[in-house]
């Protein structure tokens, strides 16, 4: 799987914040992180200059570089960085560097900033950047990281920033004998594959939360031919799964007419789990969907530990959450 395919660590919809920057003169250190694309508006200035849809930094007068420091919302292994230019074209860094921490709890701006509190690791070294584009850089992936330090030289406007990664499971952050949706992305859940998401990708199935929109979920195209849609989860953590939910929130004239979940405990198979047979064993069998309702079964088919799941969806349509409540193992 290429690294640009997996879950933006840094995302605000994850909880990704960046804490403080040693200056935002001409545009705001929150825009790094918006989940859009950055835009252009002609003619559009503030009282500090030139409208720009990112981060950006006055001219340096004086020796050193311009950085600032980024909360993940989600800790995990990172794997490679899209460092976005779009628009700064006279006025993009001429390199970066990113470095990571693994710190616990929530520090403090001042706890980050002070290098005797707080040890970074460097993930990124000093590379170039093209103005007006994508710099992507893959990297060997990371142990867990929960905090970056993204520097730029000397100056300059960068539009966004995608840490693209793992998530990690804590399991100091689940109560001993409590339920876990093993699924969710807040908890390291990650959907591997899956045979088509043309309406809407694949991970916002497992985003926090009710969806927001039609769009806000996993969606296919209109199926033509023979046969099904499918999706694989790779679970948080391995797990005795008990309880499942189907949110079919907002597909109301697209929802698929019924779904059926599987499930695989194997932690060293092939990734993508594509493969009909292969050691799946039906969780729920082959059940009738609403539109527009949430549906939640208790009444499961195994109680047996599971690392994978795999839902299966008749025909093709669009499919807003999945949860799958169970307990670590």
Same mark, same amino acid.
């Not at 992936?141 to 300059?156: A, E, K, N």
């Not at 908890?187 to 594959?193: A, F, I, P, Q």
């Not at 199935?205 to 806000?216: E, I, K, Q, Y």
């Given at each position: 799987?290429? @690294?640009?395919?997996?879950?933006?660590?840094?995302?605000?919809?994850?909880?990704?914040?960046?804490?403080?920057?040693?200056?935002?003169?001409? =545009?705001?250190?929150?825009?790094?992180?918006?989940?859009?694309?950055?835009?252009?508006?002609?003619?559009?200035? &503030?009282?500090?200059?030139?409208?720009?849809?990112?981060?950006?930094?006055?001219?340096?007068?004086?020796?050193?570089?311009?950085?600032?420091?980024?909360?993940?919302?989600?800790?995990?292994?990172?794997?490679? @960085?899209?460092?976005?230019?779009? @628009?700064?074209?006279?006025?993009?860094?001429?390199?970066?560097?990113?470095?990571?921490?693994?710190?616990?709890?929530?520090?403090?701006?001042? =706890?980050?900033?002070?290098?005797?509190?707080?040890?970074?690791?460097?993930?990124?070294?000093?590379? /170039?950047?093209?103005?007006?584009?994508?710099?992507?850089?893959?990297?060997?992936?990371?142990?867990?990281?929960?905090?970056?330090?993204?520097?730029?030289?000397?100056?300059?406007?960068?539009?966004?920033?995608?840490?693209?990664?793992? /998530?990690?499971?804590?399991?100091?952050?689940?109560?001993?004998?409590?339920?876990?949706?093993?699924?969710?992305?807040?908890?390291?859940?990650?959907?591997?594959?899956?045979?088509?998401?043309? @309406?809407?990708?694949?991970?916002?199935?497992?985003?926090?939360?009710?969806?927001?929109?039609?769009?806000?979920?996993?969606?296919?195209?209109?199926?033509?031919?023979?046969?099904?849609?499918?999706?694989?989860?790779?679970?948080? &953590?391995?797990?005795?799964?008990?309880?499942?939910?189907?949110?079919?929130?907002?597909?109301?004239?697209?929802?698929?007419?019924?779904?059926?979940?599987?499930?695989?405990?194997?932690?060293?198979?092939?990734? &993508?789990?594509?493969?009909?047979?292969?050691?799946?064993?039906?969780?729920?069998?082959?059940?009738?969907?609403?539109?527009?309702?949430?549906?939640?079964?208790?009444?499961?088919?195994?109680?047996?530990?599971?690392?994978?799941?795999?839902?299966?969806?008749?025909?093709?349509?669009?499919?807003?959450?999945?949860?799958?409540?169970?307990?670590?193992?």
């Amino acid at each position: 799987m290429a @690294f640009t395919d997996l879950v933006d660590l840094a995302s605000e919809r994850l909880g990704g914040a960046v804490l403080v920057a040693n200056d935002e003169f001409f =545009a705001p250190k929150e825009a790094l992180l918006k989940p859009s694309a950055a835009e252009w508006r002609e003619g559009a200035y &503030t009282e500090r200059g030139k409208w720009m849809d990112g981060w950006e930094t006055r001219r340096r007068r004086s020796p050193g570089h311009d950085w600032c420091i980024v909360q993940l919302g989600i800790p995990g292994s990172i794997h490679g @960085f899209v460092v976005d230019t779009s @628009f700064f074209r006279g006025n993009y860094p001429e390199s970066c560097r990113i470095e990571g921490c693994s710190v616990a709890g929530m520090p403090t701006p001042e =706890a980050l900033t002070d290098d005797a509190r707080t040890t970074w690791t460097p993930l990124l070294e000093q590379s /170039p950047l093209t103005g007006d584009s994508r710099n992507e850089f893959a990297i060997a992936p990371s142990p867990r990281v929960t905090h970056l330090r993204f520097s730029i030289f000397p100056d300059g406007g960068v539009a966004r920033l995608r840490v693209l990664g793992v /998530p990690a499971f804590d399991p100091g952050c689940v109560r001993a004998g409590s339920e876990v949706d093993v699924a969710a992305m807040e908890h390291g859940g990650l959907v591997l594959s899956c045979s088509d998401m043309f @309406f809407g990708h694949r991970h916002n199935l497992v985003l926090p939360g009710r969806s927001t929109h039609m769009g806000d979920g996993w969606e296919t195209r209109r199926r033509r031919g023979a046969g099904h849609d499918w999706i694989v989860v790779r679970l948080a &953590t391995r797990a005795v799964l008990h309880r499942v939910e189907v949110d079919t929130d907002h597909f109301k004239g697209n929802a698929p007419g019924s779904c059926m979940l599987e499930t695989c405990d194997d932690a060293h198979a092939a990734s &993508t789990f594509e493969t009909p047979g292969a050691g799946w064993s039906p969780l729920l069998q082959e059940t009738p969907l609403q539109p527009h309702a949430r549906h939640r079964w208790e009444a499961l088919a195994h109680a047996t530990p599971a690392t994978h799941a795999r839902l299966s969806i008749y025909p093709d349509g669009g499919i807003a959450r999945l949860r799958l409540y169970g307990m670590p193992v």
